[in-house]
């Protein structure tokens, strides 16, 4: 961490900032590192791709270094759109994976038209909403799957709301809900659990222990309206 004067409003414009912004934009690279790797979501891509037609359009939601997810969507021969808060992930995700587009932005306020994507990718990025922001979002990220597109989510499940963690090195602030809690969150947005897999990874990170990791494989059934 650089030690050194900054102004009061330098102070001021990062307490602006969405939290996953500062966190994300601080861990750059290295996060990628400690996280691309993971077998769990490899595999939950792998299940995602499996199940989209050519040329799909896919979005992903907290794209980070846009590894491994939006290249490994690319190379499968699908089109990518990646939000994130953070300048530095989207500056690296533009540079890693130049096939797909990278949008700064904060995803609770992105227009999203309904039925537009075949396949969403959630993964990690809801442990800095509150519930009500989890719940809403998910609701709107059914909304814009077309029947019968694919949605895969990835959390850490546990019961606390608002609760101090250190992640890589840093406190953050996380949310989230018991497993069986996620899975009725994600059924009340509008989609189908098809299947779950709980795993343990740990962070290749120094001084990471293992992490409980929730997969859940959706899929948006009915028709538009």
Sequence with gaps: M???HRRDTDVTQEHQRPPAAVLFDALGADYERAF?????????????????PPGARTLDVGSGTGRPTAAALVEAGHSVLGVDVSPVMV?????????????????????????SFDGVCVFFSLLQMTRAEQSAL???????????????????????????????GRPVRATSFAEDDVVALVEGAGLTVLSRRSALFTPDHPGAGPEPHLFLH????????
Aim: aromatic letters at 4%; hydrophobic letters at 45%; one cysteine or more.
């Design 138 to 168: 998910l609701r709107r990220l059914a909304r814009a799957l077309r029947p019968g597109g694919h949605l895969v989510l990835a959390t850490v499940p546990a019961d606390v709301e608002d609760v101090e963690v250190v992640f890589m």
């Design 91 to 115: 500056e690296l995700a533009r540079r890693q994976v130049p096939e797909a587009e990278f949008r700064r932005a904060d995803v609770r306020d992105l227009p999203l038209e309904a039925g």
């Design 36 to 52: 691309a790797q993971a077998p769990a979501h490899l595999a939950a891509l792998e299940w995602l791709i499996e199940r989209l």
């Design 2 to 4: 650089r030690v050194g």
């Design 218 to 225: 959706c899929r948006r059934d009915g028709t538009d309206h």
